[in-house]
């Protein structure tokens, strides 16, 4: 499920803008996901924890900026 969630976030960067941000953080989500099929494929909790905190910390800039 969670690589789902990601492959979408993946799917609604609009990678025409003219920032960085969009390339960034596809590469932050391509990240994310391999990590994810590593965890899963070696049965490592280190994995998820690791994305689990990556979400919570882009959850937390994206909440900052709705203030």
């Known amino acids: 499920r969670a690589l789902n969630i990601i492959s979408g976030l993946r799917d609604s ?3 025409e803008e003219s ?3 969009p390339y960034d953080l ?9 990590r ?3 965890a ?5 909790a ?9 979400l919570r910390t882009l959850k ?6 709705s203030d």
Request: hydrophobic share 35%; aromatic share 8%; glycine share 6%.
């Open 26 to 34: 596809d590469r932050l989500y391509e990240y994310m996901q391999r």
């Open 19 to 21: 920032s960085e941000l």
């Open 46 to 54: 280190e994995g998820l924890t690791e994305v689990s905190e990556l």
């Open 60 to 65: 937390s800039g994206w909440d900052a900026i």
């Open 13 to 15: 960067l609009n990678r």
């Open 40 to 44: 899963h494929a070696q049965n490592q």
């Open 36 to 38: 994810l099929l590593e």
